[in-house]
Every structure is written in C-alpha cells, then in structure tokens.
T-cell receptor
C-alpha cells in the first residue's frame, strides 16, 4: 500500500470551477507539502503545512492531522492551473504521492 | 528571485558510463536533496545532504551513486556505472532559508541511458 494516496488521479474542469484534490497518508509526519509539476517537468513548491490552513492567491491548502488527510483547493480555476499536483509528506525525507493530473478547459 | 539551477538539462549516455549531474542550490540554503522521477512514475527520494555529509539516503541510492559538494556552490550527483533503469528525470532541491522547510526544486536533468 502506498504511504501517500491522492484522489482523483485525473481531473478535468471548466474554467471558473472550484477544484478539490485530496491526499491521505499513513505515516507520522512533521509536515505535508503540496507541489505543482508543470508539463515540462519542473516542480514548484506551493505549500508546506503542519496544521490548519494556508492560502495563497486562489489556492487553499488544509490539513487534518488526526485524520491524516489534506486537501488542496483551487478557486476560480483557469487553464494555466493545468498541471500535475503532488502531495508529499515528510516524516524526514519526502514521500511523494502519485499526483493528480488537472486539466482546466476554457 | 533566487532559484536552483541544474546542468545539463538533458544527457544521453551509454550503459556502463559514468555521469555527473550538477546543481547549484540557493546560496543561503543548508540542506540539499536529489530526487528522481522515472517517466510516468512518482517522484522518489534519493539522498539528503547537510553539513557536508549525507543525512539520509534511500534504498535506491546504492554504491553506484555518490554526492559531493566540491565547493561552496555546487552539489553533484555521480552515477558510476549507469544502467538502463537509471533513465529518469533527476531533480535537485535545496532548503533552509527563511522559509525553513520549503524545498526549492531545480528544473531537472533528463538522463537517458542507452
């Protein structure tokens, strides 16, 4: 069983829709990271959180430590949000999920 | 904005050859990492490096792999004798600035072993 599970694996949306990507993990962690991987392969760190909620622009990340679950929300989605979103947890080293491929159509 | 850089962006090599992948982390960072991503698979941790020594390594990081920080700026990953299964995208990352735990990734080196 994977230590980090993401759902859905693939997601398509119309521009403007509210998007939710989920991440569940089975190990004890010190922090959870949300990353964005562009079609060219580059990886950008979006959030690192260990409790509660963080917001940056149209992106919101939440974590529930007791339930070992995190969500990434995108409000008013835009075609430029199309990417793979990766959840990773750090007990110490980073353990990555398989990613959620998001496509937002105009 | 400071960024992590990696060279080369692409490398093609013959099986059994040695390759060195180079990274320049963000200058005030203290922690350095290598990851790899085989095509179509998830990103995997290889090794972390702090205070001029390996702090953790994965099962993938066997004797064929080594890392070095030869000077104050470069961080290298060497694969001594490449295998076909080493073909992957290799990412360097660094952390340890003001946003302590956030890792900043380089653009990656795509390695193809023939």
């Amino acid at each position: 069983k994977n230590e980090v599970e993401q759902s859905p694996q693939n997601l398509t949306a119309q521009e403007g829709e509210f998007i939710t990507i989920n991440c569940s993990y089975s190990v004890g962690i010190s922090a959870l990271h949300w990353l964005q991987q562009h079609p060219g392969g580059g990886i950008v760190s979006l959030f690192m959180l260990s409790s509660g909620k963080k917001k940056h622009g149209r992106l919101i990340a939440t974590i529930n430590i007791q339930e070992k679950h995190s969500s990434l929300h995108i409000t008013a989605s835009h075609p430029r949000d199309s990417a793979v979103y990766i959840c990773a947890v750090s007990p110490d080293k980073l353990i990555f999920g398989t990613g959620t491929r998001l496509q937002v159509f105009p | 904005e400071p960024e992590v850089t990696q060279t080369p962006s692409h490398q093609v090599t013959q099986m059994g050859q040695e390759v060195i992948l180079r990274c320049v982390p963000i200058s005030n960072h203290l922690y350095f990492y290598w990851y790899r991503q085989i095509l179509g698979q998830k990103v995997e941790f290889l090794v972390s490096f702090y205070n001029n020594e390996i702090s953790e390594k994965s099962e993938i990081f066997d004797d064929q792999f080594s890392v070095e920080r030869p000077d104050g700026s470069n961080f290298t990953l060497k694969i001594r004798s490449t295998k076909l299964e080493d073909s992957a995208m290799y990412f360097c990352a660094s952390s340890g600035g003001l946003d302590w735990g956030t890792q900043y990734f380089g653009p990656g080196t795509r390695l193809l072993v023939l």
